[in-house]
């Protein structure tokens, strides 16, 4: 499993407002954590959201949507149903100055 990878999830259970169900969600934890580490670190694709300032227009599979980094979560491996393929490079680069802005003082 890599940065940008793009996996079906079990998200369930969750509590409040947080994104529910299984759905695709990209990986975004650093490659050196993913392969040490039996958690990585994910954001939700949706296709039903509208756009907020934090998240990132992208298309997968021929669906439009958005990557939420504004719901990034940390899951186990066995949350992992399935790989479904990869980000683009510059959607997956946009995620990544998202969660810097994010993050950054």
């Known amino acids: 499993m890599s940065r940008g990878d793009v996996f079906l999830v079990e998200l369930n259970p969750t509590q409040g407002q947080k994104i529910r169900k299984t759905r695709p969600c990209v ?3 650093p490659d050196e954590l993913n392969a040490h580490l039996g958690t990585f670190i994910i954001a939700p694709l949706t296709s039903g959201s509208f756009s907020y300032p934090y998240r990132v227009a992208c298309s997968f599979e021929g669906k439009q949507g958005h990557v939420v ?14 790989k479904l393929g990869r980000l683009d490079p510059s ?3 946009r995620v990544l100055e998202v969660l810097q802005e994010m993050f950054a003082p």
């Open 27 to 29: 990986v975004v934890s």
């Open 69 to 82: 980094p504004d719901q990034l979560r940390t899951v186990d491996r066995i949350r992992l149903v399935k």
């Open 91 to 93: 959607t997956m680069q």
